[in-house]
């Protein structure tokens, strides 16, 4: 018999009036766990009070803290999820595990430091605790194709990331990690080089980040990725995109005119560009919940029964490494190698760049 979860949420934001729970990722969890039978969500935490009553409002019959060492010093929850800013995470983190934590779910991106990571892994590791990142998206059928693609174009040569938005810490995560998924499990990173536009530092979660950004990574198989992010990138080309010998897969933010979906194939032997319709796009589906709800179904099953999961700690460690090592090529202005990424790289001041 399965093993019921308490879970708990700590960093709710704020609940704008008339937005409801598809607002904020903490209500997305929420929903998510009210949906899975074997998990029950007993206690949530925000800094400030009102955050928490209206969380409490949606969602009736959790007890509301604004202290979270006393949160999990009182409830022992099973199942934490820390949704609260990136800077305040692994304090967070090492506190549910101390507390006997089963599950502890982060926010991406897993950390601002590579040191930060490591030491959340560590210690998670020492306890017997399974550590996941939100990398719900793989949840997606446009994203399952995207990955299975990677069969079907011959041999795969180098993926393709233009984000037209700025701030690759936020959104840039799921790209990365998209881009990452093609490769399987045994990649690693052989060297990184990038450069970043600080002129004009924005703010996210607290955390200042750049403009513009450019990055190329090699890859331990010899192939390459490739990042291009800012408000001005040509919004013509597909954010993410797998090059083949023999042909391509493309995912679209939006489906192009006459396309069933967001994704796009032209295998291998094919005269023609694939499309399979789908309600499901880049951010969900029909139910605007419904990545979250197959992605915390799959780690409820997946804990106990011991097998992996698309959201496990290591794979959004190497997308983290490979994000903070464009930052870091950028300040030291040359390429960074092996040696170099096993640094304790972190984001950089912005008053340290260029």
């Not at 490591?118 to 998206?137: I, W």
């Not at 106990?304 to 997308?319: C, F, I, M, N, Q």
Request: proline share 5%; with cysteine.
């Amino acid at each position: 018999m399965s093993q019921k979860f308490r879970s708990a949420i700590i960093g709710l934001g704020p609940c704008p009036e008339g937005k409801g729970g598809a607002h904020s990722i903490s209500y997305s969890h929420a929903e998510a766990h009210q949906k899975t039978a074997g998990i029950e969500l007993v206690a949530v935490c925000s800094r400030q009070q009102k955050n928490v009553d209206d969380f409490i409002n949606e969602f009736p019959g959790c007890r509301g803290y604004v202290d979270y060492r006393a949160l999990l010093t009182a409830e022992k929850p099973d199942w934490v999820v820390v949704s609260a800013y990136a800077s305040s995470r692994e304090e967070m983190v090492m506190c549910a595990i101390e507390n006997a934590a089963k599950v502890v779910w982060i926010e991406k991106p897993l950390a601002l430091s590579l040191g930060a990571a490591r030491r959340m892994m560590s210690a998670a590791q020492a306890a017997g605790v399974r550590l996941f990142v939100s990398y719900q998206r793989r949840y997606g059928l446009p994203f399952e194709w995207f990955r299975a693609a990677a069969g079907k174009i011959g041999e795969v040569q180098s993926v393709d990331i233009v984000q037209p938005i700025s701030n690759m810490l936020d959104f840039g995560p799921h790209q990365v990690d998209a881009a990452l998924s093609v490769f399987g499990d045994e990649v690693e990173i052989a060297s990184v080089f990038g450069a970043t536009d600080w002129t004009k530092p924005l703010l996210w979660h607290g955390t200042q980040h750049e403009q513009f950004l450019l990055g190329c990574v090699r890859l331990s198989n010899g192939c390459r990725i490739t990042i291009e992010a800012g408000p001005h990138e040509p919004n013509r080309l597909p954010i993410l995109r797998v090059n083949g010998s023999a042909g391509f897969a493309e995912l679209q933010l939006s489906p192009r005119a006459g396309e069933g979906s967001v994704f796009r194939l032209c295998a291998e032997g094919a005269n023609t560009v694939s499309s399979p319709s789908t309600s499901e796009h880049y951010h969900h589906g029909d139910d605007p919940n419904l990545y979250m709800n197959r992605a915390v179904a799959d780690v409820y099953d997946a804990v106990h029964s011991g097998r992996s999961t698309h959201l496990d700690v290591e794979k959004a460690y190497l997308g983290l490494k490979m994000l903070l090592g464009i930052y870091a090529s950028a300040q030291a202005r040359r390429l960074l190698g092996p040696e170099a990424l096993e640094a304790d790289l972190k984001m950089p001041e912005p008053s340290r760049c260029d």
